[in-house]
C-alpha cells in the first residue's frame, strides 16, 4: 500500500520514528475517550502498538497511517483500515485526531481518502465503521460521507473492561 496524500494532508504509513508524534496522540483521555484501549501512561506502549500494526500491514491484514500536515509534516492523527478482509472485499475504518485539530474538517478528508482508495484500488465492496453510540462527532462524520446506520452490536466488545455497545455503521460501494 501507499501512502497518500489529500489537500491538506498526507497519509503516511506508520514507523518507529513516529513514536513520540503518536504517543502524544494516544496518551491524550480525550483522544482515547472512545478507543478500545486505555491513554497510554509510557512511550513504550505507542512503540509496541506501531510495531503490532507493522506486523499486520506486512501481512495485509491491516493497514494504519499518521495523518500528517502538508509542509510541517506534524502527526495530528491516525487512520486506517483496522481490518483487510480481501476474500470478502470488505474492511473496517478506524481513525483519531488530536483535540487541537478537531472540527477543522481535517478527519472529513482523511477518511474520505480512505474510502476512495479502499474503493478504487483495492476493489473492496464494503467499508464497514464500528462507533460507540455516544460518540457524535464520529457518528457525524460516518453520516457526512455517506455511511448508513445498519444497527446496534450489544455488549460487542471490551473496552477499558466494560463491555460496549457498536453502532455498525457501513457504506458498499454501489452506495
Not at 60 to 86: E, H, P, W
Request: charged letters at 30%; glycine letters at 6%; hydrophobic letters at 40%.
Amino acid at each position: 500500500m501507499k501512502d497518500l496524500t489529500t489537500e491538506r494532508l498526507t497519509l503516511k504509513k506508520m514507523h518507529d520514528s513516529d513514536t513520540d508524534g503518536l504517543f502524544a496522540l494516544w496518551s491524550d483521555p480525550a483522544v482515547t475517550e472512545f478507543m478500545n484501549i486505555p491513554a497510554f501512561k509510557d512511550v513504550a506502549q505507542a512503540r509496541e502498538m506501531i510495531r503490532l500494526l507493522t506486523s499486520l500491514a506486512e501481512e495485509m491484514k491491516a493497514q494504519r497511517y499518521t495523518i500528517r500536515l502538508k509542509g510541517s509534516g506534524k502527526i495530528i492523527g491516525s487512520c486506517g483500515y483496522n481490518v483487510l478482509d480481501f476474500t470478502n472485499q470488505k474492511t473496517e475504518l478506524g481513525y483519531e485526531l488530536a483535540k487541537e485539530h478537531w472540527g477543522k474538517g481535517y478527519a472529513t478528508e482523511a477518511i474520505r481518502t480512505l474510502v476512495n482508495y479502499a474503493f478504487t484500488e483495492l476493489d473492496m465492496h464494503r467499508i464497514e465503521a464500528k462507533v460507540e453510540p455516544q460518540n457524535r462527532n464520529s457518528i457525524r462524520l460516518l453520516q457526512k460521507l455517506g455511511f448508513i446506520f445498519e444497527g446496534t452490536l450489544r455488549d460487542a466488545e471490551k473496552a477499558k473492561g466494560e463491555f460496549v455497545d457498536l453502532a455498525m455503521y457501513a457504506r458498499l460501494r454501489t452506495d
